[in-house]
């Protein structure tokens, strides 16, 4: 089993609608929780951490569920500019940090 | 650096030759990752070094592909007798304290064996 696994999709959404990308880990130890962004061609870069209070940026919402061993990445009223590959980031107890393989999320006019 | 740094940007190698992908991380990063991506692909992890430990070579998919860190800093990755099934993005990154908080990426290194 994969340490972090996610549905590569891709979504396809219109403007405007509500899309949600799940994550599973395998680690019960796992630390720490982020997203990340990669936008076509570019490197990934840091979305949001996701804290087990569950946290808000704007239109995006992060949740933690330690019991079920997954998180979540809420996006509200989807832009052209989400469309993009959503990536589930942990940091393990041994401090490494693993990629999932990402979500790939286009949004449509 | 103000940034993880990858040499070459891109490359274009002949099948069976040996390539040299350069990774500099931000300066006092303690942990570095190589990462593969293939188009239309998500990540695959390669290697990861963390300090002076042994890295964890887990990931490389073949006795063809090699990583070194030298004093803790600079990474090169070798691929030797390249072949064709070995064109992607090859990324770097590197974090801040023993292998967690946010990892920065390098803008890759595109390898192209024709």
């Known amino acids: 089993r994969k340490e972090v696994e996610q549905d590569p999709g891709p979504f396809n959404v219109p403007e405007g609608a509500t899309v949600a990308f799940n994550c599973t880990y395998s680690n019960s130890a796992s630390q720490s929780f982020f997203w990340y962004r990669q936008d076509c061609r570019k490197e990934p870069k840091l979305l949001m951490s996701v804290y087990s209070s569950g946290n808000e940026d704007g239109r995006f919402t992060a949740q933690l569920n330690r019991a079920s061993q997954y998180i979540s990445l809420l996006i509200r009223d989807s832009k052209l500019s989400d469309s993009a590959t959503y990536l589930c980031?942990?940091?393990?107890?041994?401090?490494?940090?693993?990629f999932g393989a990402g979500t790939r999320l286009f949004v449509k006019a | 650096g103000a940034g993880v740094s990858q040499s070459p940007s891109n490359k274009v190698t002949e099948k069976g030759k040996d390539v040299e992908l350069r990774c500099d991380p931000i300066?006092?990063?303690?942990?570095l990752y190589w990462y593969r991506q293939s188009l239309g692909q998500g990540l695959e992890f390669l290697i990861y070094f963390q300090g002076n430990s042994a890295p964890d070579k887990s990931g490389l998919p073949s006795d063809r592909f090699s990583a070194e860190r030298t004093g803790g800093s600079v990474s090169t990755l070798t691929i030797q007798r390249t072949q064709q099934e070995d064109s992607a993005v090859y990324l770097c990154a590197s974090t801040p304290v023993r292998g967690g908080g946010e990892a920065f990426f390098g803008q890759g290194t595109r390898l192209t064996v024709v």
């Open positions: 300066s006092g990063h303690t942990a």
């Open positions: 980031v942990l940091n393990t107890g041994g401090f490494k940090t693993i």
